[in-house]
């Protein structure tokens, strides 16, 4: 065995001017949402802004705080290096503490608005698309961690899970959501409503044809609330289930009315086809999963593997900015 060669695993070649050429499309996509949202008439969105409004008017107006804070997702600067950046765009800048204050109390609404105009845009024209399910964890606030590695200090470290959906094709995430560490974002329950609001993100003529995701989402109530969608789960299920379905085809004793029974549920269907594994796979191309483990990499390679914010309304908050940041370069 030790003096066998192993196969070698050929891998399609990287079409880098391809590569490099998407890279620099990416940079001005960011750089026209950039020139969008400074040029628009200031006087008339702030008279909107200020209509009704009880104490004193705003002066900066949320078009230009949303500009400032995507140059921030995007840079990672803080936000006094933010400050001296705004005055690229204006002569009058808001300080950084009011910057702080405008970015944690810019409405989700707005934000989850503005995110679901890009992504219905990247949809569009699309009759359907798959999308990839997965979580991942992020630390918040990660002041503390080079102290702790000079003092060798040791403590319990907070976390959250961002939860993901993304377009195979286009790499937009449909839907990002912020979750508590203990939540199950596989929950028949949270999952359902995950699946709605991606609906609601992409074109109204587009349809989802697969939702691909690891075994955490394999769960009846899962298979059954996909097939009632219309969808097809692309999951793998537990191997005792699949175990239990082969011994149910190869037995003898077994009725016809209870191996109807058992055929009833999508899942048990689904776990007699996983019996032959690599056949399920390339028959439902499970391997393109793999692809959203390299999307949340690039994402987090981009804004950074924390949170800066410690509030959990603010969490939410950065996230979105940075996933419209993200979906802006995907237009």
């Not at 800048?93 to 105009?117: A, F, T």
């Not at 692309?234 to 085809?249: D, F, G, L, Q, W």
């Amino acid at each position: 065995m030790g003096n066998e060669k192993k196969k070698k695993v050929r891998r399609t070649p990287i079409d880098w001017k391809t590569y490099n050429k998407e890279l620099v499309r990416r940079g001005k996509n960011i750089s026209n949402a950039i020139k969008t949202l400074k040029s628009y008439n200031v006087k008339e969105e702030l008279e909107n802004m200020n209509k009704n409004k009880n104490g004193s008017p705003f002066v900066y107006t949320d078009r230009f705080v949303i500009l400032l804070a995507v140059i921030k997702s995007i840079t990672g600067l803080s936000y006094r290096l933010t400050e001296g950046f705004g005055e690229l765009f204006s002569d009058n800048v808001m300080n950084y503490s009011q910057l702080c204050r405008r970015i944690n109390k810019m409405p989700i609404e707005i934000l989850e608005s503005i995110n679901r105009n890009i992504t219905k845009s990247i949809t569009k024209g699309k009759d359907k698309i798959d999308v990839i399910m997965d979580g991942t964890g992020v630390m918040i606030n990660s002041t503390y961690v080079w102290i702790d590695e000079k003092t060798g200090t040791k403590r319990k470290r907070d976390w959250r899970k961002l939860h993901f959906v993304v377009d195979r094709k286009s790499k937009a995430i449909l839907l990002l959501e912020v979750i508590n560490k203990h939540k199950n974002e596989a929950e028949n329950e949270s999952l359902n409503e995950t699946m709605l609001n991606t609906l609601d993100n992409i074109d109204d003529d587009t349809e989802i044809d697969r939702a691909f995701g690891d075994g955490l989402y394999d769960s009846y109530n899962n298979f059954e609330m996909f097939e009632a969608a219309g969808i097809e789960l692309v999951t793998r299920i537990m191997k005792p289930s699949v175990a239990v379905a082969k011994s149910k085809i190869e037995s003898k004793i077994i009725s016809d009315a209870a191996m109807h029974r058992f055929k009833s549920h999508i899942r048990n269907r689904t776990s007699i086809k996983q019996i032959h594994w690599k056949k399920y796979v390339k028959e439902h191309q499970y391997g393109l999963r793999s692809g959203v483990e390299g999307i949340i990499g690039a994402f987090k390679r981009l804004f950074r593997e924390y949170a800066s914010s410690k509030l959990d309304e603010s969490i939410v908050r950065e996230f979105l900015f940075k996933q419209i940041t993200w979906n802006i370069m995907r237009l």
